[in-house]
C-alpha cells in the first residue's frame, strides 16, 4: 500500500493536466488504492467484491471463495462502534489505528501514557473484547464510511458525516464475523498423556509413566519447598529439565546424582542430599 501510495504522489504521466484535473485523478487513484486494501477486509464474497470494483454489479455469489466457505454469524457492534467513534472524536482525531485500539483495549503502554490517552474516557472501555476483533470492527467502520484514514505519512483515523450521523442519532450496527471453531475437549487420558509426553520431550525415547509423573510432582513439591526458604525463584534450586532427567535416571548415590543433566558439585552440596532423600521415600512408597 505505501509502495502505491508513493507511485500516486509522484506520478509523472499526468503533467499535460490542469491542476484541478489533477488532483481529481490523483484523489481517484487514492480511492482505489483504499477499495484494493477493503478486499482484505470484507467478510462477502471476494470474487463479487473483485466484479463490483470494476463497474460489474449484480448476484456474483461464487460459492467457492475463502469468505463464502467461511461460518460467518452477524454480531451486535453497536456499543464497540459507539465507543471507538468517541475515541476518535475525544482524542480529536490526531492518532491512527493501533493508538485508538491499544486506547479502548485498555493498553498500559509507554505510547500510550506518553499520549496521555489513559485519560481518555474510552480508555479501557473494550478491555474484554480481543485485540484482533476490536481490529476488525474499525476495518468495518472504514470499509462502510464511518471512519476514514488519511493518505499521509502517517495515517490518522478521521471521523466522517456518516460517523457523526450514527453518533447523534443512534441505531444499531452489525456486522458479520467469522465464528470461533471451537476445539475438542480432551479426556483426562488423553491429557495425562499428553503431560507426560510433553515432560518427557527431549530427554528420552520414551514417554513418562504415572509413576514417573507422580515422582515428578513429589520433586517439584521440594524444589518448591526449598526456593520458600531460600527466597528465590524455583528454577534457582533446580530446573524443570534436571528434575525430568531425575525421574529417568532415579540416582541413588551422589555418583549417580552427579550424572544427572543440570547437577553439579555445587548444587549437590546445597541439595542433593534432600533429593537423594526424596527419590529413596518415593522409590519405598513412603508418603512426602
Known amino acids: 500500500m505505501i509502495t502505491n501510495q508513493l507511485f500516486i504522489d509522484h506520478n509523472q504521466d499526468n503533467q499535460e493536466l490542469d491542476d484541478l484535473t489533477r488532483r481529481l485523478v490523483t484523489e481517484r487513484d487514492r ?14 464474497c471476494l470474487r463479487d467484491y473483485i466484479l463490483r470494483y470494476f463497474g460489474e454489479y449484480g448476484n456474483n455469489y461464487c460459492g467457492n471463495c475463502v469468505n463464502c466457505l467461511t461460518q460467518f454469524e452477524t454480531i451486535d457492534i453497536t456499543e464497540a462502534a459507539g465507543c471507538i467513534l468517541t475515541c476518535v472524536e475525544k482524542s480529536r482525531q490526531r492518532y491512527g489505528t493501533n493508538v485508538i485500539i491499544d486506547t479502548v483495549h485498555g493498553a498500559n503502554t509507554a505510547k500510550i501514557r506518553g499520549y496521555r490517552m489513559d485519560e481518555n474516557p474510552c ?18 467502520l472504514q470499509l462502510n464510511g464511518l471512519l476514514t484514514v488519511t493518505n499521509d505519512e502517517f495515517a490518522i483515523v ?37 503431560k507426560r509426553k510433553g515432560l518427557a520431550a527431549g530427554l528420552a525415547s520414551g514417554e513418562f509413566t504415572e509413576a514417573e509423573e507422580t515422582l515428578f510432582d513429589r520433586l517439584r513439591a521440594l524444589r518448591m519447598e526449598i526456593a520458600r526458604e ?11 529439565k534436571t528434575l525430568v532427567h531425575m525421574c529417568f535416571v ?13 547437577v553439579g558439585e555445587f548444587k549437590f552440596e546445597k541439595y542433593g542430599e534432600r533429593f537423594l532423600a526424596c527419590l529413596s521415600s518415593a522409590d519405598e512408597g513412603v508418603e512426602p
Open 158 to 194: 478521521k471521523l466522517t458525516e456518516k460517523s457523526r450521523e450514527f453518533m447523534q442519532s443512534g441505531g444499531t450496527l452489525t456486522m458479520k464475523m467469522a465464528k470461533e471453531q471451537e476445539k475438542p475437549q480432551k479426556d483426562k487420558k488423553e491429557k495425562a498423556a499428553s
Open 123 to 140: 480508555y479501557g472501555k473494550l478491555s474484554k473484547m480481543p485485540a484482533y476483533k476490536l481490529r476488525q470492527v474499525m476495518n468495518y
Open 250 to 262: 532415579k540416582p541413588k548415590t551422589k555418583t549417580e546424582m552427579l550424572g544427572v543433566t543440570g
Open 31 to 44: 480511492e482505489r488504492l483504499k477499495k484494493m486494501t477493503f478486499y482484505c477486509f470484507t467478510n462477502e
Open 230 to 240: 531460600e527466597k528465590v525463584p524455583p528454577y534457582i534450586v533446580f530446573s524443570d
